[in-house]
């Protein structure tokens, strides 16, 4: 079975992508809506938090585990090995992705508080192509905003926030925008319309194919099992069949 966690509904972008490139996987889901968010916390609170989610999830029977969070992805290097043993943190593969596809060498990262505090997702692209001018911009606020469900591109509450937040962006001249936190794949038709030509880089997508990439073949399929497990240490609830 396959592991997937995040603070809160961010994750279920990765988990869309993985369920629809791997229909026949078992799939586990965690939100950790109880500490969550995590984009305003601190390092060590990260670190503590992360290792508490994969033991949750290996002690419900994953073998692998996505770490579908930006966040939690930016701590990946902090982890005892032990922790870093078949989990698959996002922001390499992402960075990798973007600095494939800009052509005029300017991304923005648009993340959270804590991702672009840390700095490991620009460092991530920096290592890819060291020439490559960065523009992190934080943007804790959406994650509240889409946990509240404003995510729809006629939402006016969505429209003010999403243009509020890429506002620093403007004159930068980007040509490619990585959304670094797994929240704002949600909202990308409003970003797409604030920002008509760049291209959008997702730590979801690029997490998710990441994973899929290095699974063993046999644990490709299985019996196509979804679970949700319950906050903060209940039963595991299965979905889907
Ligand atoms: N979805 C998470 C990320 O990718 C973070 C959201 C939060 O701040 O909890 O960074």
Known sequence: M???????????????????????????????TGNAPYGTKREEELCRLVRADIDRLRGAGCRRILIACG???SIYDRLPVGYRLHTYPILAPTAKRAARVTKNGRIGILATEATVRIGALAGEVKKENPSLTLFPVAASPLVTLVEEGHTSDRD????????????????????TLILGCTHFPRLSALIRREMPGVHLVSASEEGARALIDALPPEEAAGGARLLFLKEPSGEESPVKK
């Open 2 to 32: 396959i592991g997937v966690f995040d603070s809160g509904v961010g994750g279920l972008t990765a988990l869309a992508a993985l369920r629809s490139r791997l229909p026949r996987a078992d799939l586990c889901y965690f939100a950790d």
């Open 71 to 73: 966040t939690a992805s």
């Open 156 to 175: 006016p509450i969505a429209k003010r926030a999403v243009r509020e937040a890429l506002a620093p962006f403007s004159g930068c001249g980007i040509d």
